[in-house]
């Protein structure tokens, strides 16, 4: 089997977008186009991924690291002259080289998979990923000959109005033979509408010294789609968010309503887990088995146990372990660890807080940069007095304790295990274990004095 070798073009500035950040980076599905691209290609048996840099090339190599090789493109002259900039990684090599658009997020690694198996079966110098759309406006067009071979591909912007009524397109994904595409690159003129040097010349150049140039029609035209403006993002968008939902639920999971519901591309989901609508899971985040997730429900890079319970909330880099139930409105920002079996309930809000086996925070309120134990109850809106208008502090209740409805828990404050605080309390001295607090004002009743009072008379009928 021959070696394969890939370039993933992605120097254009995208000017279609009228967006400040290049266009590769605009995320589908919570990570960027080119992303896409090079995660497709690193599930398939690729030796050697260049990706071609320019307008934002620091940003793309933060976002990409160093899975990849950069070669950059100081000027943007044309697709070809972008291939051209990758020729010292290719050089001298053998094998097949996949040439992909950094714009194409929605192709599959089965349908690059079946177009290198085409390839290589039919021996070409180059194969064209091909699709025909029912509305071809902006693609490259492929030109046949009456035998109904290929024979160029001829720009839009190029083309007769005969050849613009051609549906079949150039998808922007193409297999070389890589040494046959370096001698065709050097071959490329920028005599055409935009002066530009297009990697597209290189199949007519080919085809014209003789060599054999197929096309490979995808399966699934859509996935072939290229995004240049912000509608074709939310087309690619729509289109990829389905495609997520059908695999998570071919997986076992139940969605409710796909339409309404938003899973990133990388988030994991356990079987037997019920996502109901509304619910947006982001970035790296994980769902075990047996979850019900939603309504309503906001998860940024959160990792959640099996049997877990999560309505109406938003939560943030946190975990949570099995069994525990969440909301509804409950937030639970960075940094929160929330144990087996905890209940965070209703406008609960968490912030770089461990909450303990067991534990339940149930209503009205706030616990920040806290390490609660095993099995306490931290009454109705208790609040952690976290901060002194300069520096955060921490907040300790031990295993077992009751904090009573009110309290307020001035850290840097330990309070012991098995401890009681009363109601209403303002604590700022450590509670040892075993003992009750109590830090508010004793209750004084004046009897009778409540008639002293000026009040407004009720009329009695
Ligand atoms: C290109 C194809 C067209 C095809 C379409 C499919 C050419 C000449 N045309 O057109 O046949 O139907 O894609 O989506 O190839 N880029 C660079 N450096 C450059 C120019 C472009 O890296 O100098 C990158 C862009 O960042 C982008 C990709 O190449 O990721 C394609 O460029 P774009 O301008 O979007 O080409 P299209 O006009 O869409
Ligand atoms: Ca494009």
Do not use: W
Not at 80 to 102: C, D, E, R, S, W
Not at 201 to 210: K, S, T, Y
């Amino acid at each position: 089997m021959s070696k394969i070798h890939a370039v993933v073009l992605a120097a254009g500035q995208g000017t279609r977008m009228k967006s400040k950040l290049y266009k590769v980076l605009h995320p589908v599905c919570g990570k960027p186009m080119v992303q896409h691209v090079v995660d497709t290609l690193d599930a398939m048996r690729v030796e050697d991924v260049v990706v071609v840099v320019g307008h934002g090339a620091d940003a793309v190599r933060a976002a990409l690291g160093d899975r990849v090789a950069y070669a950059l493109q100081q000027e943007q002259l044309g697709t070809a002259h972008a291939v051209q900039q990758a020729v010292p990684f290719l050089q001298g090599k053998q094998g097949t080289t996949f040439i992909l658009y950094g714009d194409v997020p929605l192709l599959s690694s089965e349908t690059l998979t079946a177009l290198l198996q085409y390839h290589e079966q039919q021996q070409a110098a180059a194969t064209v990923l091909t699709a025909k759309l029912p509305d071809p406006t902006g693609y490259g067009r492929m030109i046949r000959n009456e035998a109904g071979e290929v024979m160029r591909i001829v720009e839009h912007k190029d083309a007769s109005p005969e050849e613009r009524a051609i549906r079949e397109i150039n998808t922007g994904i193409y297999c070389f033979d890589n040494q046959k595409l370096l001698k065709s690159l050097s071959q490329v003129k920028n005599d055409n509408a935009q002066g530009e040097y297009y990697v597209t010349d290189c199949v007519g150049i080919l085809r014209e010294a003789g060599e054999k140039v197929v096309a490979y029609e995808a399966v699934d035209p859509e996935e072939t789609m290229g995004v240049n403006d912000r509608v074709q993002l939310s087309e690619a968008e729509a289109y990829m968010r389905r495609r997520i939902a059908v695999r998570h639920m071919k997986n076992g999971v139940t969605i409710i309503d796909p339409a309404s519901t938003y899973i990133d591309a990388d988030v994991t989901i356990g079987q037997d887990t019920v996502i109901l609508p509304g619910t947006h899971l982001r970035g790296r985040t994980s769902i075990g088995a047996d979850c019900v997730i939603g309504p309503q429900a906001n998860l940024t890079d959160v990792q959640v146990g099996d049997g877990v319970e999560i309505s109406y909330s938003v939560l943030t880099e946190s975990q949570v372990a099995d069994k525990a139930t969440i909301g509804p409105f409950a937030y639970v920002r960075p940094g929160s660890e929330i144990g087996t079996h905890v209940k965070i309930g209703d406008f609960v809000e968490l912030k770089n807080a461990k909450i303990g086996k067991g534990t339940k925070v149930p209503h009205l309120s706030y616990v920040g940069d806290a390490e609660i134990g095993e099995g306490v109850n931290i009454g109705c809106g208790t609040i952690t007095v976290n901060y002194d208008g300069a520096v955060k502090h921490k907040t300790i209740v031990g295993d077992g304790s009751f904090i009573g409805c009110n309290t307020n828990l001035v850290a840097p404050v330990t309070v012991g295990r098995n401890a009681y605080v009363a109601a209403g309390s303002t604590i700022n001295q450590n509670v040892p274990d075993d003992a009750l607090a109590i830090a508010r004002e004793r209750q004084v009743n004046k009897l009778g004095y409540a008639n002293k009072l000026p009040r407004k008379q009720v009329k009695k009928d």
